[in-house]
């Protein structure tokens, strides 16, 4: 089946420190990966996304590859603000007659100033 | 401006009684997604509706119904509710099943069963 797995949380990081949250996934096929980021009293928001093997999505200082050979999608950030306090979801999109999201169980982050 | 609105923001309701939940958008979307994402877990997709075609996930609870009376509007009724219905509940939209095609969320309601 498909499914993904994500870092258990909650993380707690001070203001400019490096951010990892690690993702490995399980699919049949060839998914696209996507992260999302869920901010306080907010819906989901697309954050980055990557549809084949070796892309690189990034956006807003965030990156993260797509690792076939490890069937990863970590999330990093060299630099993190306050401001990036957020809950953070890794899911796959599978296309089984509809296109479908499978979310990872979502990190909490806290950046500390 | 929000593109996919849900309310309530909070809805409380008591075990048993039934409620429901509504999702309109303003993007002329096609397709609109349910999602039940309790305390520090995943979200689940429920069900979804492609235009008037509705598509229900093998293991959602036959608690849960769903209707769409035009492409604006879908709502979430839940018949009979159980503490352990308390979640979020996402809805989401988008235009198509093309591969390039975004998934646009709404702030969510959150339910609790008294």
């Known amino acids: 089946g498909n499914s993904v797995t994500q870092m258990e949380g909650p993380v707690t990081l001070s203001e400019e420190a490096f951010l990892t949250i690690n993702c490995t996934y399980t699919?049949?096929?060839?998914?696209?990966l996507f992260w999302y980021v869920q901010y306080p009293g907010e819906g989901l928001q697309l954050l980055l996304k990557?549809?084949?093997?070796?892309d690189k999505g990034s956006n807003k200082g965030f990156e993260a590859t797509y690792r076939k050979e490890t069937t990863s999608f970590h999330l990093e950030k060299g630099s993190v603000q306050v401001s990036d306090s957020a809950v953070y979801f890794c899911?796959?999109?599978?296309?089984?007659?509809?296109?479908?999201?499978?979310f990872g169980q979502g990190t909490r982050l806290t950046i500390n100033p | 401006d929000a593109m996919v609105i849900q309310n309530p923001r909070y809805q409380v309701t008591q075990f048993g009684k039934p409620v429901t939940l509504s999702c309109s958008q303003t993007?002329?979307?096609?397709?609109m997604y349910w999602y039940q994402q309790k305390s520090s877990q995943a979200p689940k997709l429920l069900f979804h509706?492609?235009?008037?075609?509705?598509?229900n996930e093998a293991d959602t609870p036959d608690n849960f119904q769903s209707r769409r009376p035009n492409t604006s509007f879908c709502f979430l009724d839940i018949r009979s509710p159980g503490l352990g219905d308390a979640a979020m509940y996402l809805c989401?939209?988008?235009?198509?099943?093309?591969?390039?095609?975004?998934?646009?969320f709404g702030s969510g309601t959150q339910l609790s069963v008294l």
């Open positions: 509706y492609y235009d008037k075609d509705f598509n």
């Open positions: 989401a939209t988008t235009a198509g099943f093309a591969t390039n095609e975004k998934l646009f």
């Open positions: 993007l002329n979307h096609n397709v």
């Open positions: 699919a049949t096929g060839y998914p696209s």
């Open positions: 899911a796959l999109r599978v296309i089984q007659g509809a296109q479908k999201l499978v």
């Open positions: 990557a549809t084949k093997a070796d």
